[in-house]
């Protein structure tokens, strides 16, 4: 592959997005960001979007990040109405189509839940990977990533719980909280992708690169690390309920990425990034 100098990533503004253009910048490439938050004219949506299509045309290398997606509270809402499945059936046959005609190198972001067929989200993301094996791009399987997120309808746990317990007494939790996950800090997950990019030749099309943090914890275990940072006594207060969007369904991780990259964030020590991130935003939020 020819040097990398240009790379757009779609998707930009997302919890991985905006770290992984951060990230791209410091390290000195020229990063074209796309994402419908940025402005209306970059709905990768909209079929014929000449501004997406340049932004593809142009680049070295794409990351393709962009779905329409959001934590559990998000997906139990959402993933099973029709703007959810044709807003990313639009956002994938557009994108993907593009990256055939201008054969640009690219990774796409599936999930852990690409094999869980009872997920409407875990189905189309399975759709995506096919796209992109047929394509030869590069697939990369997300497990939890975390870090600050922008909207607060489509935050994750951590974001979720830590945006209550900073104001409140008591946090009610959707679920007993005895599901277990991989967290993975944004900023780990960024250096994976970006190691990704760097070895994209050597990668098989038959690998499963799982991007994770190789290490489970439950949901009471990220309650007990938020509980502990909060200045004020916070509850966390489990429901009767189980997790009914992953189902608990644990998948095997292979370790095959770990040739170019292991992660060395710890969940303590991400999870406390995260709230002194939002913390000082709350500080520093001009009051009206």
């Known amino acids: 592959m020819t040097k990398i100098n ?86 994938m046959s557009n994108t993907f189509g593009l990256l055939k005609r201008y054969k640009v190198p690219f990774v796409f972001a599936s999930s852990q839940m690409s094999n869980m067929g009872h997920s409407p989200y875990g189905v189309l993301k399975h759709v995506g990977e096919l796209y992109a094996k047929s394509l030869s791009g590069v697939v990369v399987k997300f497990w939890n990533v975390y870090g600050i997120e922008k909207d607060p309808e489509k935050s994750h746990v951590i974001t979720d719980f830590i945006r209550k317990a900073m104001h409140g007494d008591s946090v009610h939790m959707r679920t007993d909280g005895t599901e277990e996950r991989e967290f993975l800090y944004a900023e780990d997950c960024c250096e994976a992708l970006v190691a990704i990019m760097s070895n994209y030749d050597e990668v098989k099309l ?36 189980k997790d009914n969007v992953q189902k608990n369904a644990k ?23 995260v709230w002194d991130t939002m913390n000082l935003d709350q500080q520093t939020k001009p009051r009206i």
Not at 43 to 68: C, H, K, P, T, Y
């Open 206 to 241: 038959e690998q499963e690169l799982h991007v994770t943090s190789f290490q489970s914890s439950t949901i009471l275990d990220v309650a007990k690390i938020v509980a502990s940072l909060a200045r004020h006594n916070v509850q966390f207060i489990p429901s009767e309920l």
């Open 251 to 273: 998948n095997i991780a292979s370790e095959s990425i770990k040739r170019w990259w292991r992660p060395k964030t710890s969940l303590e020590r991400g999870i406390k990034k």
């Open 6 to 91: 240009k790379v757009t990533v779609l998707g930009s503004s997302g919890q991985i997005g905006a770290y992984l253009v951060s990230h791209l910048e410091r390290a000195g490439y020229d990063v074209c960001s796309i994402d419908i938050v940025n402005d209306s004219s970059e709905d990768l949506r909209m079929s014929g979007n000449v501004l997406v299509e340049q932004s593809i045309s142009g680049a070295d290398f794409v990351f393709f990040l962009a779905f329409d997606v959001g934590g559990s509270p998000y997906l139990d809402k959402y993933q099973h109405k029709f703007n959810f499945i044709h807003n990313n059936n639009l956002i």
